[in-house]
């Protein structure tokens, strides 16, 4: 099959850079970042810091870099961070974080849209006594991946860090598709930043630039995380050619993410009503789908021939996710290859 006849719907990491984002490329003006000198990383991190309601930021390669950087920042060896089951950073991070940063991860259990329970939080904080690991920082994850793009509300984000604060502890936000969550709730990503202590999100994702994430929080943090980061491997020099595609992103991206919003749930209604297949759309909040099968292998393959590529979150629950790269007509057309195929196997 040639490749413009596939619909991928793997993640939105496959987009591609828009053609004003590789104009900006083309033209940044650039200087040595582990300096400091580059002017258009420090526009980027500037921008980044105002739109999350933060002092500070600091550009990094990744969103596992972002993660990790943070959880160094905030962590001495041997502390203990609480993440949810379902988090991106305990299950798709490489074990980075107890590897790199010898931080203990304990999970709580994550709810059907990725939200923590608050009293296995406060259940989970150590207390202080010569065995334990000190309990350094809560991370929580918004939109949350393996929660089927699950948004977790200003409301729930409070709750997190009134916890936290209560008993002195940090919250990190994984905040990959920071925006996204914001533009399901229709509210400035600043409000579901104002209980966390730090926050990485994502320029590669949703927002479509080819590479990137950012860190922010107070001035102190960032200098710690900006120090976290050269340790890592990840500081960059001439890197304005990538972050003038992050900020193209900023201005011209977000808004459009509803879009994407919009086919993941005419996706989702569209397999509700085929056999076999078990998701509910009323809970699609964002662009991702967690769609349930019973032989999710052989389900993907059949796709796969049928030109439409799928990720899997285990055997039995396939993912979908709506992007840039992907229309309302590709979503018609996607959804009348998995009626064809379902058709075909019975
Ligand atoms: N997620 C990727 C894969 O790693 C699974 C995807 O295709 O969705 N936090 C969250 C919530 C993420 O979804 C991801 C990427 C990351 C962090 C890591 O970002 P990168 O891939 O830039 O290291």
Same mark, same amino acid.
């Given at each position: 099959?040639?490749?413009?006849?596939?619909?991928?719907?793997?993640?939105?990491?496959?987009?591609? *850079?828009? *053609?004003?984002?590789?104009?900006?490329?083309?033209?940044?003006?650039?200087?040595?970042?582990?300096?400091?000198?580059?002017?258009?990383?420090?526009?980027?991190?500037?921008?980044?810091? $105002?739109?999350?309601?933060?002092?500070?930021?600091?550009?990094?390669?990744?969103?596992?870099? $972002?993660?990790?950087?943070?959880?160094?920042?905030?962590?001495?060896?041997?502390?203990?961070?609480?993440v949810?089951s379902?988090a991106h950073v305990l299950h798709?991070?490489?074990?980075?974080? *107890?590897?790199?940063?010898?931080?203990?991860l304990?999970t709580?259990?994550?709810?059907?849209?990725?939200?923590?329970?608050?009293?296995?939080?406060?259940?989970?904080?150590?207390?202080?006594?010569?065995?334990?690991?000190?309990?350094?920082?809560?991370?929580?994850?918004?939109?949350?991946?393996?929660?089927? $793009?699950?948004?977790?509300?200003?409301?729930?984000?409070?709750?997190?860090?009134?916890?936290?604060?209560?008993?002195?502890?940090?919250?990190?936000?994984?905040?990959?598709?920071?925006?996204?969550?914001?533009?399901?709730?229709?509210? *400035?990503?600043?409000?579901?930043?104002?209980?966390?202590?730090?926050?990485?999100?994502?320029?590669?994702?949703?927002?479509?630039?080819?590479?990137?994430?950012?860190?922010?929080?107070?001035?102190?943090?960032?200098?710690?995380?900006?120090?976290?980061?050269?340790?890592?491997?990840?500081?960059?020099?001439?890197?304005?050619?990538?972050?003038?595609?992050?900020?193209?992103?900023?201005?011209?991206?977000?808004?459009?993410?509803?879009?994407?919003?919009?086919?993941?749930?005419?996706?989702?209604?569209?397999?509700?009503?085929?056999?076999?297949?078990?998701?509910?759309?009323?809970?699609?909040?964002?662009?991702?789908?967690?769609?349930?099968?019973?032989?999710?292998?052989?389900?993907?393959?059949?796709?796969?021939?049928?030109?439409?590529?799928?990720?899997?979150? $285990?055997?039995?629950?396939?993912?979908?996710?709506?992007?840039?790269?992907?229309?309302?007509?590709?979503?018609?057309?996607?959804?009348?290859?998995?009626?064809?195929?379902?058709?075909?196997?019975?």
């Amino acid at each position: 099959m040639s490749n413009e006849n596939i619909i991928d719907l793997r993640s939105d990491t496959v987009t591609k *850079p828009t *053609p004003a984002m590789r104009e900006a490329m083309a033209a940044a003006e650039v200087g040595d970042d582990v300096h400091g000198e580059d002017p258009t990383v420090l526009r980027l991190e500037a921008m980044a810091a $105002g739109l999350m309601g933060k002092e500070a930021a600091v550009f990094v390669a990744s969103g596992t870099m $972002g993660n990790l950087t943070c959880l160094l920042a905030h962590c001495e060896r041997g502390d203990e961070a609480i993440v949810g089951s379902e988090a991106h950073v305990l299950h798709y991070e490489a074990g980075g974080v *107890p590897a790199l940063a010898s931080v203990q991860l304990r999970t709580v259990p994550n709810d059907s849209h990725g939200m923590l329970d608050v009293v296995a939080i406060e259940e989970t904080i150590r207390g202080k006594n010569v065995h334990f690991p000190r309990t350094a920082v809560i991370c929580v994850e918004n939109t949350h991946n393996r929660c089927g $793009g699950g948004v977790l509300t200003v409301e729930e984000m409070a709750q997190v860090g009134s916890v936290a604060r209560e008993y002195g502890i940090r919250v990190h936000l994984d905040g990959a598709r920071i925006f996204n969550a914001a533009i399901a709730l229709g509210v *400035p990503a600043a409000k579901l930043t104002e209980h966390v202590d730090s926050v990485t999100f994502c320029f590669s994702k949703g927002l479509a630039a080819p590479v990137g994430s950012i860190v922010c929080g107070t001035e102190e943090f960032v200098a710690k995380a900006r120090r976290a980061r050269k340790m890592v491997g990840g500081g960059m020099r001439q890197v304005g050619v990538i972050a003038a595609p992050a900020i193209v992103a900023l201005e011209t991206m977000i808004d459009r993410l509803a879009e994407d919003h919009e086919n993941a749930k005419l996706l989702a209604e569209g397999l509700a009503r085929l056999p076999g297949l078990r998701i509910d759309p009323e809970r699609v909040q964002s662009n991702i789908l967690a769609v349930d099968v019973h032989d999710g292998q052989t389900f993907q393959r059949k796709l796969r021939d049928a030109g439409v590529l799928t990720s899997a979150f $285990g055997p039995r629950r396939i993912r979908f996710v709506t992007h840039y790269g992907v229309t309302r007509d590709d979503i018609e057309d996607a959804l009348e290859r998995v009626r064809h195929t379902i058709e075909e196997a019975a």
